[in-house]
């Protein structure tokens, strides 16, 4: 991506990139990641944003007293649960991050999978255990280029909805990988509340600089990934083909870290296509 001026030094192409940031660590980014959105956003780069908001949700159902539970890393969804976690994603959390890039000066346009059909859907295979979860079969690109092109970053809530009408639950790094898919963005940049993925060496838990698709199947099956960071590695490795090169999982809280990734920094952990 980078190329050589004629002075010599390394000057970053313009590019778009889908970045997901997780309710594990929305709540505590500083003012300074949203600026640096704003800059990149100003350099001419185009940033497409998928959220997610597990933790909120959570907080949500408990308030109303609605029981909720995981099945291997997805959220067994109702009729009731379904309403609290579009309430959630698409109201409260979208309009949140949206109004923090607008305060830092950058252009932002939130709205839902479900708006314009963009995130189409359908049960995943075990829906029958978890219920309206949904995988997706396509992204309307066209709804996403459109809103570069007059100038805005999209912010996706991960809403999914079939032909019939009926919405989804869908989880936000398994929507971030399928948007960065049909958009052809070159990265998607996971932001989460790790500085990557760590592994321990012996002498302690260290970042994983980079990974290949063999170990993280390794890692899974020996249950060194596990939780949160499983959707995360698997929309990685479904979505690392084509036009996206790498996906990039890094720790929200470091001042400066999108640019810092963009302009190639090793930082975070990197996962690269197979040769
Ligand atoms: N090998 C690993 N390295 C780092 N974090 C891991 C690993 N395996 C599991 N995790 C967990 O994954 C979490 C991130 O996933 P999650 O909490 O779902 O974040 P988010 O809300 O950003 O999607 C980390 O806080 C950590 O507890
Ligand atoms: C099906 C499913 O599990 N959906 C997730 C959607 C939000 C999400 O993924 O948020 P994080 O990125 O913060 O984990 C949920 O209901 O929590």
Known sequence: MDSITGSGAPQRQPA?????????TLAALPDNFFEDLRLLQEQGNQPVIVHGGGPAISGNL??????????????RTTEDVLDVVE?????????????????????????SGSDGGLIQARPVDNSAEVGFVGEVTEVRSNIISGILD??????????????SGQRYNINADTAAGAVASFLGAARMIVVTDVPGIMKDSGSGKAVLPAVTVQEIDEMIASGEIYGGMIPKVKAAVSCIHGQVQEVV???????????????GEEIGTRIVQPK
């Open 150 to 163: 007059l100038g805005y970053m999209p912010v996706i809530a991960p809403i999914g909805v079939d032909e």
């Open 16 to 24: 778009s990139f889908v970045m997901k940031c997780g309710g594990s």
């Open 249 to 263: 999982i890094v720790d929200g809280s470091v001042p400066g870290i999108l640019s810092r990734v963009l302009s």
């Open 87 to 111: 309430m959630v994603l698409s109201g409260s959390i979208n309009k949140q991050i949206v109004r923090r890039i607008q305060a830092a000066g950058g252009r932002a346009l939130g709205l």
């Open 62 to 75: 408990e308030r109303l007293g609605i029981e909720t539970e995981f099945v291997n890393g997805l959220r």
